[in-house]
């Protein structure tokens, strides 16, 4: 039961008559009167145990925008049913309007709309909703809460999507200088012609050129179905916040980036996130949008406060992929000990695959600490940002040696530059 504001002052003006004619009397029938009126409107309150809620299920919305979660309550008592009531969303859905009034007459449904303007990516939740009942007079509430479960899947924002058509075009101008047909160009075969003078002997097609009255040699296209392997780190250090985001949602802008654009290259996309276990995966083998099915996988997604099991990570890659892949680890440079996790899984895998790129998040915070040296503190945080970068350097180093390429830029910078890195290799005739 809840006492309204209005109780309050009924009880006040109940003092009156007290105050001016005390006695024992007076006091009892006032407060025989209150008591009265209070029962009698808790009485008359339509009852919450006889409501019924049903819960649509909103629509999939990206972060920071905005969506519709509709509740239907049904008034299955005997009493109108005048009150509020409360919808459970978590505070990171961004509820607008939680608390709604109600008024629905007996055996009635009412529908309402809860704005959410979520603020978090993932899946929110909404437990239950909570009914306040009030009497005609308003003195006093019954109040109940219902088990109504419901739920909202929050999409990453994919920021960089800003970057896809310059990097497309790019792309499609590589595709129109790859398509020149020359000699040990591309290794899938394209079509028959003539042969003329400077055409390799090793591209005569005898079986054609019995068949027709001139030599026919065959022509050659560089290969489309290359795979990408995505390997997003989600274990401690992806819950690192640089910048306005953590590393994992710079890795996943990344990701979607480089997954889309890989797609509209003529590559097969395969993704895993992973820290001791597989967390997500997805990829381009079946029908339909590759963005649609990584968003799907991603969105979920949260940092695990555990250490990488690196030593795993090339059974992962091969699970997904038995070929000579491009694979991309989305990681950081500065987690614990390179020398024993990052290090000799990324020289395994680049005996065993085409080309490892070692994406990594860096803290522009390095390099303001590295200007700002204008007392003894500056200078000590400065010779700390100078130390971390310089370990960096040697890991990145150590990398390349083994043949892996690495992508270290700041938040906003990485999902363009290992775009760009991707572009790069398939010119260069490494994919």
């Not at 009880?11 to 009397?25: A, K, M, R």
């Not at 006889?50 to 979660?69: D, F, I, Q, S, W």
């Not at 690192?240 to 290259?265: C, F, Q, S, Y």
């Not at 990488?308 to 990570?313: I, K």
Request: aromatic fraction near 4%; hydrophobic fraction near 45%; include cysteine.
């Amino acid at each position: 039961m809840a006492v309204s504001g209005r109780f309050v002052a009924v009880v006040l003006l109940g003092l009156v008559p007290v105050l001016l004619f005390p006695g024992w009397l007076t006091v009892f029938t006032t407060a025989a009167v209150l008591v009265a009126l209070l029962g009698v409107d808790l009485l008359l309150a339509g009852s919450p145990r006889r409501v019924g809620a049903v819960r649509a299920e909103p629509e999939k919305v990206t972060l920071n925008n905005a969506v519709e979660a509709v509740l239907t309550l049904r008034n299955g008592g005997t009493r109108r049913l005048r009150g509020s009531f409360r919808d459970g969303w978590q505070p990171s859905t961004g509820a607008q309007n939680p608390i709604q009034a109600i008024d629905v007459p007996a055996g009635e449904s009412r529908r309402f709309a809860v704005r959410l303007r979520p603020v978090r990516r993932g899946d929110l939740a909404a437990p239950h909703v909570t009914i306040r009942s009030y009497g005609p007079l308003r003195l006093a509430a019954r109040q109940r809460t219902i088990d109504c479960p419901g739920s909202v899947r929050v999409l990453p924002p994919f920021h960089s999507r800003r970057h896809l058509p310059s990097k497309l075009r790019k792309l499609r101008e590589l595709d129109g200088k790859a398509a020149v047909q020359i000699r040990g160009a591309g290794t899938e075969f394209d079509s028959l012609r003539d042969y003329v003078r400077g055409d390799d002997v090793r591209s005569i097609d005898w079986r054609a050129t019995a068949r027709r009255s001139s030599v026919v040699v065959r022509t050659w296209r560089p290969e489309r179905d290359r795979r990408v392997v995505m390997v997003l780190d989600t274990s401690r250090t992806s819950a690192a916040r640089i910048a306005d985001e953590t590393r994992l949602d710079t890795g996943i802008e990344a990701a979607l980036l480089l997954g889309v654009l890989a797609e509209r290259g003529g590559d097969r996309v395969d993704f895993v996130a992973f820290d001791r276990r597989t967390r997500a995966r997805a990829g381009s083998a079946g029908q339909g949008n590759i963005l649609g099915r990584l968003v799907q996988a991603m969105a979920p997604l949260e940092a695990e406060l555990i250490e990488m099991d690196w030593p795993a990570v090339p059974a992962q890659v091969r699970a997904v992929s038995a070929h000579r892949s491009l694979v991309v680890l989305l990681t950081s440079l500065d987690s614990g000990a390179p020398e024993e996790g990052l290090l000799p899984v990324a020289e395994r895998l680049a005996s065993q695959h085409v080309v490892v790129v070692v994406a990594a998040v860096r803290d522009p915070q390095l390099g303001t600490m590295l200007r700002e040296r204008t007392d003894a503190t500056g200078v000590f945080r400065a010779a700390a940002a100078e130390r971390a970068l310089l370990q960096r350097a040697a890991v990145t180093a150590e990398l390349r040696r083994y043949g892996a390429e690495v992508v270290d830029a700041e938040p906003h910078d990485l999902p363009p530059r290992l775009a760009d890195m991707y572009i790069r290799l398939k010119a260069a005739g490494r994919l």
